[in-house]
């Protein structure tokens, strides 16, 4: 960067591009939420046939390439600004230093260099001292030993001089960085040359995202920054006091980060927490192709070996050890897969069956993963209700608990009465892993816990509704266990909680879950043995858990109609219904287990 280039660059015109670039990118949104949410929900809900099938999958296409332009062109325009403000910076500091040598007269020469005229006190020979020329110098020794020197030079102007070579100097080292810094990032946000959004593509965006999150750093920290440990409400402030390009920069270079910032907008994080899923999805595939080439399929089958002869029988084959071996580590490989792939697709219900669309609030595939995942719009429902899974919940699996809650939802919202329901599947903290091993111990619940309030509370500040609406918790297994650490150590912000085949939770009794009296229910299926594992063993910890299917814990008892620990969501069954009862708040319609008959004088007598 020479000092003519810099002089004549005007950083306000990157900034007038970014804003055409973030236009594109909002079109491009605006675009792809009228194809998936109307128009593809609308063909879903009437049309039927192949043709139809076929239609929905072109616009599903259709609806990617729009969020990939929204992607990329919210990048560029988010790095144009970043650009725009640093180099803003570097010119401001070389047009003060133009200015104040223009005002000493002295004169800037097309090197940096500053030449001085005669000036200052005669000396002893009566001569005015003479002018010169003031270096910019780079070298750090070499600049202090020329501020010296015009420091001793009695012409005034020398000192003038030199000042203003330096700052002219630091300004073209800057702006020099800042174009070497910016012009590879600009030059890698290029689309390929065809009309497919490959995983490929997308694992390209995600190394974009990450350059000009390092790049941009600069830029992001000196916009207004969240409030540190801020509870959901000063979130929610915060982001509202952004105006649209800041906005629109955090989303683009930090989506991450708002996507599960609890207190904003159900639409903010669902937009941005789309684009962390479209790149981790197009990530994890190039990684899991990569991961098959190093790893390639051994032999299947193998003959049989009869253990007992050692001979092998002819025309009976079996999976080979190899090849399970491979399998199972090629299931893991694709696991994280799974889980996305399994909220994409609760995305591409949006229509049938008169699903509501469906708002991805938190997402991450770090460790076990997390996803929160919501059936229709909670900012505006006058019903809410968030489940919380248990043991052995993790991203890679999260398809049957993203089903679950769409089973709670068709039901709500058929009890509902016309008014407005979201249902939310809350993979917010990190399960216990395996039965035995894991849910005995309680630190799960609690470490779990202060993420479970934050997000209720936050369901409170970004509400919309005229009315505050009615939040039920519904929990299952150690999730409930995680509800009651929740209650015992913080605040529930809820109206209703229901417990489904708890081994425990960590209250003594229904009064101290947060919720008014009687609106704590408990489902306990047949051949569910988990409670017992919790009524008849001890925590991990040493601790007893508190079993809400006991009489003494103060639980309305719920029907159940179905049998072991995970049939309580069978479309169709009272155990379904009595929860969609309870979400829809028609607590007299759900079904309760008669009391225990209590014995007569003559049973008491005889059982002693």
């Not at 390009?245 to 937009?271: C, F, H, K, Y």
């Not at 051994?298 to 007992?308: E, I, K």
């Not at 769409?406 to 039965?435: C, R």
Request: charged letters at 25%; a negative charge; one cysteine or more.
């Amino acid at each position: 960067m020479d000092l003519a280039t810099l002089k004549a660059l005007k950083p306000t015109e990157y900034a007038e591009a970014a804003t055409g670039y973030r236009s594109a990118s909002d079109m491009a949104s605006a675009a792809k939420d009228r194809i998936e949410n109307q128009i593809s929900a609308a063909m879903r809900k009437s049309l039927k046939g192949e043709a139809a099938t076929a239609a929905i999958g072109q616009l599903t296409e259709l609806g990617k390439n729009f969020r990939y332009i929204q992607t990329e062109c919210g990048l560029v325009g988010s790095a144009l600004v970043a650009f725009s403000y640093e180099m803003e910076a570097a010119k401001k500091k070389l047009d003060g230093a133009l200015a104040d040598a223009k005002a000493g007269g002295l004169t800037v020469n097309a090197d940096g260099s500053v030449s001085y005229p005669p000036g200052g006190e005669p000396g002893k020979d009566g001569k005015t001292p003479e002018g010169g020329q003031s270096a910019n110098l780079t070298d750090d020794t070499a600049s202090a030993i020329g501020r010296q020197a015009a420091n001793f030079n009695p012409n005034p102007k020398a000192r003038l001089a030199q000042d203003c070579a330096d700052r002219i100097s630091t300004a073209l080292t800057e702006a020099t960085e800042v174009d070497a810094k910016w012009a590879p990032k600009l030059r890698a946000l290029k689309a390929d040359d065809d009309l497919t959004v490959s995983d490929r593509d997308w694992a390209d965006v995600s190394s974009d995202t990450k350059g000009v999150q390092a790049a941009g750093k600069q830029y992001v920290d000196s916009l207004p920054q969240p409030p540190e440990k801020g509870d959901p409400k000063a979130n929610a402030e915060w982001w509202k006091g952004l105006d649209a390009d800041e906005q629109a920069a955090w989303i683009s270079m930090r989506a991450d980060s708002v996507g599960n910032l609890d207190g904003l907008p159900s639409t903010v994080r669902d937009e941005a927490n789309r684009m962390v899923l479209a790149e981790a999805r197009g990530t994890a595939q190039v990684e899991y192709e990569a991961w098959l080439k190093k790893n390639p399929e051994p032999t299947r089958q193998t003959d049989y070996l009869n253990p007992m002869t050692g001979t092998t029988m002819k025309g009976v084959k079996v999976d080979s050890v190899a090849w399970k071996k491979w399998e199972e580590a090629r299931k893991g490989a694709h696991k994280s897969i799974d889980g996305m792939d399994a909220i994409q697709n609760r995305f591409d219900q949006t229509g049938a069956k008169g699903l509501p669309e469906a708002y991805l609030l938190g997402f991450s595939t770090e460790g076990d993963g997390r996803a929160i995942l919501a059936n229709g719009n909670p900012d505006t429902a006058d019903h809410q209700a968030v489940y919380v899974p248990g043991t052995t919940a993790e991203l890679g699996t999260v398809k049957g608990d993203i089903n679950r809650m769409v089973n709670v939802w068709n039901v709500a919202d058929a009890k509902a009465g016309g008014e407005s329901v979201s249902t939310i599947t809350w993979l917010g903290y990190d399960a216990p892993d395996s039965i035995p091993k894991d849910a005995p111990f309680e630190h799960y619940a609690y470490d779990g816990a202060p993420a479970l309030n934050g997000f209720l509370d936050s369901l409170e500040a970004s509400h919309t509704g005229d009315a505050a609406p009615h939040r039920t918790v519904i929990s299952h297994s150690y999730g409930t266990t995680l509800v009651g650490a929740a209650a015992e150590t913080g605040n529930l912000n809820a109206d209703d909680v229901v417990f489904a085949g708890s081994p425990g939770v960590k209250v003594s009794g229904a009064d101290e879950m947060d919720v008014p009296k009687g609106h704590v229910w408990n489902a306990e299926a047949e051949g569910d043995v988990v409670p017992d594992l919790g009524r008849y063993g001890h925590g991990g910890d040493g601790i007893n858990f508190r079993i809400p299917s006991d009489e003494q814990f103060g639980a309305n008892q719920m029907t159940t109609d179905t049998e072991g620990h995970s049939g309580y969501w069978d479309e169709g069954s009272r155990s379904l219904i009595n929860q969609g009862l309870v979400v829809a708040g028609k607590d007299d319609e759900v079904r309760l287990k008669p009391p225990p008959n209590p014995l007569t004088s003559e049973e008491v007598m005889r059982s002693k």
